[in-house]
């Protein structure tokens, strides 16, 4: 299955989010390649729990999107590109709105 990402606020899951490529989307995936191949020069998602939660708070998320920006020149075309796409918005959408992003693994 790999990482899946939710967005909360107080305490909620998000449900609906615009997805950069149009449409909604509810939570980000498929980007685990590049998590693993990269921890050790990532910052924040260097440190996630591959097999538990992890979760990130808005004060974050410019360091979590330093990290996305820096995986987007690694990725391939197709679901992987697209998970990170996704994930950037929901860090956008988190400083936004005062929640966490919430990282579940396997």
Same mark, same amino acid.
């Given at each position: 299955?790999?990482?899946?990402? &939710?967005? %909360?606020?107080?305490?909620? *899951?998000? =449900?609906? $989010?615009?997805?950069?490529?149009?449409?909604?989307?509810?939570? #980000?995936?498929?980007?685990?390649?590049?998590?693993?191949?990269?921890?050790?020069?990532?910052?924040?998602?260097?440190?996630?729990?591959?097999h538990? &939660?992890? %979760?990130?708070?808005?004060? *974050?998320? =410019?360091? $979590?999107?330093?990290?996305?920006?820096?995986?987007?020149?690694? #990725?391939?075309?197709?679901?992987?590109?697209?998970?990170?796409?996704?994930?950037?918005?929901?860090?956008?959408?988190?400083?936004e709105?005062?929640? &966490?992003?919430?990282?579940?693994?396997?």
């Open positions: 299955m790999g990482i899946q990402v &939710e967005l %909360r606020v107080a305490g909620e *899951q998000i =449900q609906r $989010l615009p997805d950069p490529a149009g449409g909604f989307f509810d939570a #980000a995936g498929d980007f685990d390649r590049l998590v693993f191949h990269e921890s050790s020069t990532l910052g924040l998602l260097g440190r996630l729990d591959l538990g &939660e992890t %979760r990130f708070g808005a004060s *974050q998320m =410019q360091k $979590l999107i330093a990290d996305v920006e820096l995986l987007l020149t690694l #990725a391939k075309v197709g679901v992987e590109y697209r998970g990170l796409m996704r994930l950037r918005s929901m860090a956008e959408h988190c400083a709105q005062h929640g &966490e992003l919430v990282f579940i693994g396997d």
